[in-house]
């Protein structure tokens, strides 16, 4: 039996996000193995109260069969965690993706400098344009750029690299076969001629409200180092910068006006030790030694003529999203009705929380269900600070809480 399926299997099987498959794959570092582990074994190793126990027992291999052929046919790859293709500096983060499904042109990410720049999807002109150009430098001396594909900087940082034949990779939060935003399907063809979209998700998979922090740690996990344009305080770039903190990889922040609310992230970095980043040349300096061969940055001498405005619209970047949705656009024929992109209030306040550790579950039910509470008030003798803001991480992460100016925290 192909041993892909025994990883999808196990994918199927674990939440993202969670440090279920690491555990497990320290124990028995074969999908096969952890296929045939006993029970008992799999309930300690990943908590008896896991829903991840529960589905583990699951031995059914149907969906991971049809999951396989549906790839094979579609010409869909996929890297596993076992593979020596897998991202080395995504494989030593806490929480690694069991595998991931691409399509494209798999990099050499041990050959390679990547660097993400993410940021705000309402982006100002300064940050629109100052993305675009650093990005492009960054790509011209020899960066791989990641992103999310999402709109705003996330698209111009794609669009950047195209422009001058960099490499560029894409992380959905959704299915490799959907394509989310649905406007962004021209600038997703672009990228897989010489760079690839990936994603944790198995195919079919909608882009839920949730599934998007949970991607922003393979976006910085990808990264030698994670630079932040613009974001709102509520920014899911917040969200990257702290994963890759967490993961101990650079951030960068751009600075901008103080004024203005697209700052809020950024200069929230800046006062908390983030590198400022205003030009390609900031971060070349950094890493040029340590990428020797890869980075070069006497290419940056070279003159380059690349307009920014054309480069957006070609792609079909940075254009006003059409106000009413009507569904998800597949990158394949669809053989299914489509589905709903839209995630309302009502649906996101009916949804089920993520798997939780008991750790998680005990700081979580201590919020108040109503309003916000100080951070030190959830500090007791079985949970101290240092530990508690661990936890907040994963419960931000996991899209459970808000974590609000002032120390304090909420429910989401």
């Avoid at 555990?23 to 896991?50: Q, W």
């Avoid at 499904?101 to 705000?120: E, I, L, Q």
């Avoid at 422009?163 to 989310?180: M, P």
Wanted: with cysteine; net charge neutral; proline share 6%.
């Amino acid at each position: 039996m192909d041993q892909r399926i025994y990883w999808i299997w196990l994918s199927l099987s674990v939440t993202p996000a969670t440090e279920s498959f690491i555990k497990l794959y320290t124990h028995t570092p074969d999908p096969k193995g952890i296929y045939e582990m006993d029970d008992d074994i799999r309930r300690r190793l990943v908590g008896s109260t896991s829903r991840d126990a529960e589905r583990l027992c699951n031995r059914d291999l149907t969906e991971a069969e049809r999951i396989l052929t549906f790839c094979l046919d579609k010409q869909i790859g996929i890297v596993t965690y076992g593979d020596e293709e897998y991202p080395p500096l995504l494989r030593n983060i806490p929480d690694p993706p069991v595998l991931l499904y691409y399509r494209g042109v798999w990099p050499n990410f041990a050959a390679s400098f990547p660097v993400s720049v993410v940021g705000t999807r309402h982006m100002s002109a300064y940050g629109r344009k100052s993305a675009f150009y650093i990005a492009l430098d960054l790509a011209r001396a020899g960066a791989t750029i990641v992103s999310g594909m999402a709109r705003g900087i996330d698209g111009v940082a794609h669009s950047a690299a195209l422009s001058v034949d960099g490499v560029t990779v894409a992380v959905l939060g959704c299915g490799i076969d959907i394509c989310y935003p649905k406007e962004h399907l021209t600038l997703a063809r672009a990228i897989v001629k010489g760079g690839c979209v990936l994603t944790e998700y198995a195919p079919g998979t909608p882009p839920l409200t949730y599934h998007f922090p949970q991607r922003n740690r393979i976006i910085s996990g990808l990264c030698a180092a994670t630079l932040v344009m613009e974001g709102r305080e509520k920014s899911g770039s917040l969200i990257t910068a702290r994963c890759a903190m967490k993961q101990g990889r650079t951030v960068y922040a751009l600075p901008a006006n103080v004024d203005t609310d697209t700052s809020e992230v950024t200069s929230l970095l800046l006062k908390n030790g983030a590198r400022a980043v205003t030009s390609a040349d900031d971060v070349i300096r950094d890493f040029e030694f340590v990428y020797t061969g890869i980075l070069n940055p006497y290419r940056l001498r070279e003159p380059v003529s690349v307009s920014m405005e054309p480069t957006l619209a070609h792609l079909g970047v940075d254009q006003k999203p059409q106000k009413k949705k009507k569904g998800l656009l597949s990158v394949f024929q669809r053989s299914k009705p489509p589905v709903d992109e839209s995630v309302s209030a009502d649906a996101s306040a009916e949804r089920p929380l993520p798997e939780l550790t008991e750790e998680e579950r005990a700081v979580y039910d201590r919020l108040p269900t109503d309003g916000a509470c100080d951070i030190e008030s959830l500090v007791c003798e079985a949970c101290s600070l240092r530990a508690l803001m661990r936890i907040l991480l994963k419960l931000e992460i996991k899209g459970c809480i808000e974590l609000l100016p002032g120390e304090r925290v909420s429910r989401k």
